[in-house]
């Protein structure tokens, strides 16, 4: 595997009594996985998560394709970071974009406009992750591995604890209408923050840059520019640092947000 140049995240020495064990464990279940579903992908958001989940896939799958769900609201660090990693890791790369993108959607909803009501966000979820993800089923298959972690909300416990980071779906015919695994679902975040420093695994800057700003590792997301959580926390004001071209351009379909700086 080729190095990826480091974009300049710092590492420090972490003490992870779990991590040899929460590793060993992640690769075995990533074996049984991929013996059962041989051509399950790895899905990507170039997030600390998805890139631990591919570098462990990897170990075990070497050829094993990648998707992307590109909202078209996606960090220009984000992207450029995906670049790399394909560049340098050879992997094979889809990319499913959000149709229409994200921002379309917002704009078209209406919500973001000022005296406006608020509405469902469920539009927003149905442009960037049911539609590509029905794509990508139907180009990769069914089958395929998330970088989803229990710690992360109660709902999401339930959901992966169950079946112990398996996850299927079934449709109304009870047919599988998806299956996914989910390696590191009892990680802590300072788990896959270890994993990565000690295989010298090169973070998205924009870790480094939250950093910076002054945001603990905990809350650091990568994430859409904009999807209305965290407004009032700074969120837009963060995002304005970040890439700040982007969200000018932003701000010109979707004015209300300027009161967020």
């Given amino acids: 595997m080729k190095q990826l140049p480091d974009p300049g995240l710092g590492t420090r020495v972490r003490v992870l009594p779990r991590l040899d064990t929460l590793t060993r464990t992640a690769l ?17 958001s170039g997030g600390k998560d ?13 050829g094993v394709q990648v998707a992307f769900f590109d909202s078209g609201l996606e960090f220009p660090q984000t992207l450029r970071y995906i670049e790399r990693l394909q560049e340098h890791w050879g992997f094979d790369l889809h990319t ?18 000022h005296g406006a009501f608020k509405t469902d966000k469920d539009y ?44 299927t779906k079934h449709d109304r015919q009870g047919q599988i209408e998806q299956g996914y695994l989910a390696p590191i679902w009892r990680w802590s975040f300072e788990e896959v923050y270890g994993y990565l420093e000690r295989n010298k695994v090169p973070m998205n800057p924009i870790y480094a840059a939250l950093k ?17 959580w965290s407004l009032d926390q700074g969120r837009w004001a963060l995002a304005r640092m970040l890439a700040p071209d982007l969200c000018r351009l932003v701000e010109t379909h979707l004015p209300a947000l300027a009161d967020y700086r």
């Fill in 212 to 228: 910076r700003l002054g945001v603990p590792e905990r809350r650091a997301r990568v994430g859409l520019l904009i999807d209305g």
């Fill in 124 to 167: 927003l979820h149905d442009a960037c992750i049911i539609r590509p993800l029905a794509r990508a089923q139907e180009a990769l298959g069914r089958y395929s591995v998330y970088g989803l972690r229990a710690d992360e909300s109660s709902s999401r416990l339930a959901l992966l604890s169950k079946g112990r980071g398996r996850v």
């Fill in 28 to 44: 075995e279940e990533l074996e049984a996985w991929f013996t059962e579903h041989p051509e399950a992908y790895v899905a990507i």
């Fill in 96 to 113: 499913f974009p959000a149709e229409p993108s994200a921002l379309e959607v917002l704009v078209e909803n209406g919500s973001w406009e």
């Fill in 50 to 62: 998805s890139t631990t989940v591919l570098h462990l896939a990897r170990q075990v799958n070497p």
